[in-house]
């Protein structure tokens, strides 16, 4: 393979820098991660801010969100329990422990039971300071549950495109005596995707005349930017021919100059009636030279066509020497 990079200049357009301008990739560092989400952190923000907790709560992961509602679930109670506790072990009627932590058990459960105004009535307050706090942490349960089922709705609402590509992006033969760049992807769910749009952009490191490292940016052709349905899979190919900025790249060159391609996704989804967007990128290291993939679908005794996504990512080795690379 050529060992002198000669990539092919083409006319930048500012609009393609992915909102990064000319800052260079340092330590293999990815312009992007894999979800999609700018690689990219952010400091110099108060302490209290309070300006993306809407956007975090809906964002997070289920796991994450579930362990921070039974959490503050658990912590709130807890609080309102020692503070029933503090009005001393006859503050609550119908108690039935005999210890501190009997005491403590009931306080607690007794929480649980105001806080969701569920009342089942064996333990009731006495005394002006404990019903003023059962009064307090019942509007305060309203609240935090009305604020709780706002945002399971706008987590289940929220359009958003679920989209599997394949593990590594490969250099492969492409029509008869020709290589491409290429990838493939297919949708995780059972939802329609209309109008799907590809956008690959590809970037790399380069120094100037005066010794300053800079990022360009390069859009590349594919063979197919969009399809009406994404049915099956799909798989995204930019030639490699005389009009690819990329045709005198070799592997050593995309890994020195810490190469990476950007792929932007944009979809229609035939059940929220809105367009979603996904996002992911490629590093120089997650090239395979040499590579086709193995096919993702088969049929079943009945004839129907069988999408088995776990085989996104097989491929099986190719030796390129066979479509004339050098």
């Given amino acids: 393979m050529r060992a002198k990079m000669t990539l092919k200049k083409r006319n930048i357009n500012p609009e393609d820098d992915l909102g990064f301008g000319p800052q260079p990739v340092l330590k293999n560092q990815p ?33 994450k969100f579930w362990a921070l509602v039974l959490s503050c679930y658990l912590v709130v109670n807890i609080i309102f329990a020692c503070i029933y506790m503090s009005f001393g072990a006859n503050s609550l009627d119908g108690t039935s422990g005999n210890s501190q932590f009997a005491h403590f058990m009931d306080a607690l459960f007794f929480s649980a039971q ?95 005349a005066d010794g300053k490292t800079i990022r360009r940016f390069y859009p590349l052709e594919v063979e197919r930017r969009k399809v009406s349905v994404l049915t099956l ?18 592997k050593e060159d995309m890994i020195k100059s810490e190469a990476g391609f950007a792929i932007l996704l944009r979809a229609f989804d035939d059940t929220f009636s809105q367009t979603v967007h996904s996002r992911t990128q490629y590093q120089a290291h997650e090239i395979i030279w040499g590579a086709k993939f193995k ?24 030796d390129l020497e066979k479509v004339g690379v050098d």
């Fill in 295 to 318: 096919p993702v679908f088969d049929r079943d005794d009945s004839g129907r066509i069988v999408l088995d996504l776990s085989k996104i990512s097989d491929h099986t080795p190719f």
């Fill in 233 to 250: 899979n799909w798989t995204i190919v930019h030639p490699l021919d005389e009009n690819s900025p990329l045709i005198d790249m070799s």
């Fill in 31 to 63: 312009l992007m991660n894999k979800d999609g989400s700018p690689n990219v952190r952010r400091i110099g923000l108060p302490f209290f801010n309070t300006a993306n907790n809407y956007h975090t709560l809906i964002t997070m992961s289920w796991a």
């Fill in 114 to 208: 105001t806080i969701s105004t569920v009342g089942y009535g064996h333990i009731s307050p006495r005394g002006m300071g404990t019903n003023s706090v059962a009064a307090l942490e019942s509007m305060l349960g309203l609240l935090a549950f009305a604020l709780a089922t706002g945002l399971l709705y706008g987590r289940f609402s929220r359009p958003s495109a679920q989209i599997l590509y394949s593990k590594n992006i490969l250099v492969a033969p492409y029509l008869e005596k020709g290589r491409g760049v290429m990838f493939r992807l297919a949708n995780l769910r059972r939802n329609m995707l209309i109008d799907l749009e590809i956008e690959i952009i590809f970037s790399y490191n380069e120094t100037t």
